[in-house]
């Protein structure tokens, strides 16, 4: 069975800080990466996903995340956090095989003006 | 592309009643999810759909829960009798395997 889990129950920044949130699978077989981003009172939307070759991956807004096989890791980043990334961020992992993505239990990101 | 189509958007209700959200997937997804969020549990998944098939309905919490999708465009999540414990956001996802959509859920109040 696959599990997420994300270190970082709720991450406290000012802006132009760096920001880095862990996020670790387990799962055996080959698998697709994905974060989402719920800003406050909406629904969640993909940030970024990782299927296959360059593991660092670029998504919007200047986040990108690395996938390091070896840790099991998908760690994602930014290097300059603005007031508006405020919001919980989710990691999941999905089979490639199937629909169905395990989402880890989310981060909340505060980012202070 | 007009996304993942969710109503109503917010739904008071009194305890007993019988409430029913609805869903229209985005065309060509064959995945559809059914999620619950609140503040105490986080992000649940109920119940998923593959090519309008349940394939797994581990999460749906009680036999007041039951969801359906009649064809590739309509899902429907329906709670009979509804309880104040209900009470969350409800989204419904559509996807495969290379990411989700959201819809912008249904937020039920159940007094």
């Known amino acids: 069975a696959q599990s997420v889990s994300q270190h970082n129950h709720h991450v406290i920044l000012s802006e132009a800080a760096s920001l880095e949130l862990g996020c670790n699978y387990s799962y055996g077989g080959t698998v697709n990466l994905f974060w989402y981003v719920q800003y406050p009172g909406q629904h969640l939307q993909l940030l970024l996903k990782?299927?296959?070759?360059?593991?660092l991956v670029k998504g919007i807004k200047g986040f990108e995340a690395e996938f390091i096989k070896s840790k099991f890791s998908f760690n994602l980043r930014k290097p300059s956090v603005q007031w508006s990334d405020t919001a919980e961020y989710f990691c999941?992992?999905?089979?490639?095989?199937?629909?169905?993505?395990?989402f880890g239990d989310g981060t909340t990101l505060t980012v202070k003006p | 592309d007009a996304g993942v189509i969710q109503s109503p958007r917010h739904e008071v209700t009194e305890m007993g009643q019988e409430v029913t959200l609805r869903c229209k997937p985005i065309?060509?997804?064959?995945?559809l999810f059914w999620y619950r969020q609140t503040m105490m549990r986080g992000l649940e998944l109920l119940i998923y759909?593959?090519?309008?098939?349940?394939?797994?309905d581990s999460g749906m919490p009680e036999d007041r829960f039951s969801a359906k999708m009649p064809n590739a465009s309509f899902s429907t999540l329906k709670i009979q009798p509804s309880e104040p414990r209900d009470s969350a956001v409800y989204f419904c996802a559509t996807g495969r395997p290379y990411g989700y959509t959201f819809g912008s859920g249904t937020r039920l109040t159940v007094v």
């Open positions: 990782y299927f296959s070759g360059d593991p």
């Open positions: 999941a992992v999905g089979n490639t095989n199937a629909g169905k993505s395990t």
């Open positions: 759909f593959n090519n309008n098939v349940p394939i797994d």
């Open positions: 065309s060509g997804h064959d995945y």
